[in-house]
Nanobody, 116 residues
Framework: VQLVESGGGLVQAGGSLRLSCAASGSIFSINSMGWYRQAPGKQRELVVAITSTTGHTVYADSVKGRFTISRDNAKNALYLQMDSLKAEDTAVYYC??????????WGQGNQVTVSS
């Protein structure tokens, strides 16, 4: 499974950004996908995940009501709409896929910087 991300950048607090992730390869083996982020000096953390079959989502408390995950199965694409951004959302964001073979796949990471 290969994951290629796009989007991100610099935005002022209160603004919005959209991240995209294009998946290719053994798409059929993906059990769930999601977005993680890692801020400087901190561990990588889950932002939101979505299961492939049911579409069940799990959001981190810190982003509930502000971030929205969506997918386009026809395009094998995953999106993260980020609204009402805060300075503490600044991080490198990674697209993730978890396969039925219990393997983790990662995108290259995209920097999101929110200026206060």
């Amino acid at each position: 499974v290969q994951l290629v991300e796009s989007g991100g950048g610099l935005v002022q607090a209160g603004g919005s950004l959209r991240l995209s992730c294009a998946a290719s390869g053994s798409i059929f083996s993906i059990n769930s996908m999601g977005w993680y982020r890692q801020a400087p000096g901190k561990q990588r953390e889950l932002v939101v995940a979505i299961t492939s079959t049911t579409g069940h989502t799990v959001y981190a408390d810190s982003v509930k009501g502000r971030f929205t995950i969506s997918r386009d199965n026809a395009k094998n694409a995953l999106y993260l709409q980020m609204d009402s951004l805060k300075a503490e959302d600044t991080a490198v964001y990674y697209c993730n896929a978890w396969s039925m073979e219990r393997k983790d796949y990662w995108g290259q990471g995209n920097q999101v910087t929110v200026s206060s």
